[in-house]
């Protein structure tokens, strides 16, 4: 069955809850959070990324998440939180309801990196 992307959207929106700047902060800081920036590498390069967050890029998700694929992130792991962020909150919204499908129940949506650099969130230049 066909869908849109407003019903896509509408289905990560619900299954992937919302975080503040501050919030991803304190998870970070307590729960050990892995926070996971999934812009496109020209996108990093031209405003840096958040302080100690991993990259991969959308298109990488699945096989960086997944243990069994050659190409697995040991930062992956089902029982870490997971903080997902990208330059508006779409693609990050997307990426946490395709983690949410590989059995992640720990799945945020930060947002747009601009939220973290608005909230004075510490940057790292590429």
Same mark, same amino acid.
């Given at each position: 069955?066909?869908?849109?992307?407003?019903? =896509?959207? %509408?289905? %990560?929106?619900? #299954?992937?809850?919302? *975080?503040?700047? %501050?919030? @991803?902060?304190?998870?970070?800081?307590?729960?050990?959070? !892995?926070? &996971?920036? &999934?812009?496109?590498?020209? $996108? =990093?390069? @031209?405003?840096?990324? *958040? /302080?100690? #967050?991993?990259? &991969?890029?959308?298109?990488?998700?699945?096989?960086?998440?997944?243990? $069994?694929?050659?190409?697995?992130?040991?930062?992956? %792991?089902?029982?870490?939180?997971?903080? !997902?962020?990208?330059?508006?909150?779409?693609?990050?919204?997307? /990426?946490?309801?395709?983690?949410?499908?590989?059995?992640?129940?720990?799945?945020?949506?930060?947002? @747009?990196?601009?939220?973290?650099?608005?909230?004075?969130?510490?940057?790292?230049? *590429?």
């Amino acid at each position: 069955m066909a869908t849109s992307v407003k019903e =896509l959207m %509408a289905a %990560a929106n619900a #299954a992937v809850p919302k *975080i503040t700047p %501050a919030e @991803a902060r304190k998870m970070a800081a307590q729960q050990n959070a !892995l926070i &996971v920036d &999934v812009r496109d590498t020209t $996108e =990093l390069q @031209a405003t840096g990324k *958040i /302080s100690g #967050a991993l990259h &991969v890029p959308r298109g990488m998700l699945e096989f960086r998440a997944d243990s $069994e694929t050659p190409y697995h992130d040991k930062s992956f %792991a089902k029982d870490r939180p997971i903080i !997902l962020y990208c330059a508006s909150g779409g693609r990050s919204a997307l /990426s946490g309801k395709t983690l949410k499908d590989l059995g992640y129940e720990k799945v945020y949506n930060l947002g @747009a990196f601009k939220d973290w650099t608005e909230a004075g969130g510490e940057v790292q230049s *590429i």
